[in-house]
């Protein structure tokens, strides 16, 4: 019986990784270990309403990955057992080489690697993850790219205004990422009853992707169209630790009078830019208790967020030519109804609103939380990238 996937998420210093069961949407077990090549690792394992917790050194990825499987002999449920047909790997960068989900072999490693000049900070952990996995693991691995649901991207979407010639020699084009869970979210909307209910056709999506990393996208008819990041996941929204979109200007002011190096601005607009450099914090909770204490520069934080993601729907229902339906997803999406209320606040001229007792309301399902009879729906629907990773790699292995 082969009826499951392992899917993989192998970061710098850490290993995600979740064994779903793709027909029925189940996650039999999940896991993280962080910390890989530190003095002491942390490790995560959940299955079956029981937690494994504890600090144990992990060297290296390989041991990570080791460590992983030991846990599944250890407290289940046991991969022999479960069926393994596949291994999942999420993958941040597929250039302009990969635009859907690609079974590993050596060619497509080295094709991966080769994107590692657009991804210096993502891709090379995916590919020693990859490695490591193939070894260990005698089942048919697939890389699923967080680029490729924007692949369909028209060519005016795409397209910087640089030189040409530079520009193609050196993959210079917006790519977009957190395509897996855009693609997975704007489906799940699209069939949802009271979606279809609307009856619009062609239906116009605008999809807020609002996690540490922040996103958006407009989809039209299933098909992306647009969206905020771009040759890397820098542009676009104000998030966690990453500033969004700037004048590129700033950098070569900051080289040029600040003393620092490209690595140092780099650095800077990654890791301690966006809410973190404003407030102080990159968690939307504590944002909130902030902004709660009358703290001020919380509340800017807050202030620039907002009116970013207000830009960015306005431009996209610009870009659609109307809007049917705008979603929420990801940690902050899913969870923090005063931002959701935030960002409609002042749409009413698009047809959005929200009603402030079904926004409010607690719940995990796709729901929505616009009033009855507006001229557009505004939805919450959960993400779920490891499934998504999950039935992709599964429909792949089963052609
Ligand atoms: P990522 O996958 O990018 O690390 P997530 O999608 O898990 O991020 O989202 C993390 C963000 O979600 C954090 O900023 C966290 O504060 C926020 N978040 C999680 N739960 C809540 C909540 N109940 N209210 C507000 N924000 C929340």
Redesign the pocket.
């Known amino acids: 019986m082969t009826s499951t996937v392992l899917v993989l998420n192998s970061g710098s210093s850490s290993l995600k990784y979740q064994l779903v069961d793709p027909s029925s949407g189940e996650a039999l077990a999940s896991g993280l270990i962080e910390r890989i090549g530190e003095e002491s690792g942390r490790v995560k394992h959940q299955s079956g309403g029981s937690t494994v917790e504890r600090e144990q050194p992990v060297p290296s990825h390989a041991d990570a990955l080791k460590v992983a499987l030991g846990l599944f002999d250890e407290a289940g449920p046991s991969l022999a057992g479960a069926g393994v047909a596949a291994v999942g790997h999420r993958v941040v960068h597929g250039g302009a080489l990969f635009s859907a989900p690609v079974l590993l072999d050596d060619d497509a490693v080295a094709g991966i690697r080769s994107l590692i000049p657009l991804a210096p900070l993502h891709n090379p952990a995916n590919v020693t993850g990859i490695e490591v996995a193939r070894e260990l693991l005698d089942v048919p691995h697939v890389a699923v790219f967080d680029t490729a649901f924007f692949a369909t991207l028209p060519p005016a979407a795409a397209t910087y205004a640089v030189d040409r010639k530079v520009a193609e020699e050196h993959g210079v084009r917006r790519y977009g990422f957190h395509g897996t869970s855009h693609q997975f979210v704007s489906a799940a909307v699209a069939a949802h009853p009271d979606v279809q209910a609307l009856g619009r056709s062609p239906l116009r999506q605008v999809v807020l992707h609002l996690?540490?990393?922040a996103s958006a996208s407009a989809v039209l008819d299933g098909v992306a169209v647009e969206t905020s990041m771009g040759l890397t996941p820098l542009e676009g929204l104000v998030m966690?630790t990453r500033s969004g979109d700037l004048d590129p200007a700033i950098v070569f002011h900051l080289v040029r009078n600040a003393g620092m190096s490209v690595d140092d601005v780099d650095t800077l607009l990654n890791k301690s830019s966006g809410l973190k450099g404003l407030a102080g914090v990159?968690?939307?909770?504590e944002l909130?208790r902030l902004v709660a204490s009358g703290d001020e520069a919380a509340r800017l934080a807050m202030d620039v967020y907002l009116h970013r993601l207000r830009k960015y729907v306005g431009a996209y229902a610009a870009a659609l030519g109307g809007i049917d339906v705008l979603t929420f997803t990801?940690?902050?999406g899913e969870?923090?109804a005063r931002v959701r209320a935030g960002v409609v606040q002042g749409l009413g001229f698009l047809g959005l609103e929200v009603d402030p007792a079904r926004n409010e309301a607690p719940s995990r399902e796709a729901r929505v939380i616009s009033p009855t009879g507006t001229g557009a729906l505004v939805m919450v629907v959960p993400t779920d990238e490891e499934l998504a990773i999950a039935r992709q790699a599964m429909e792949l292995v089963s052609r």
């Open positions: 996690g540490n990393g966690g990159n968690d939307m909770r909130q990801a940690g902050v969870n923090d």
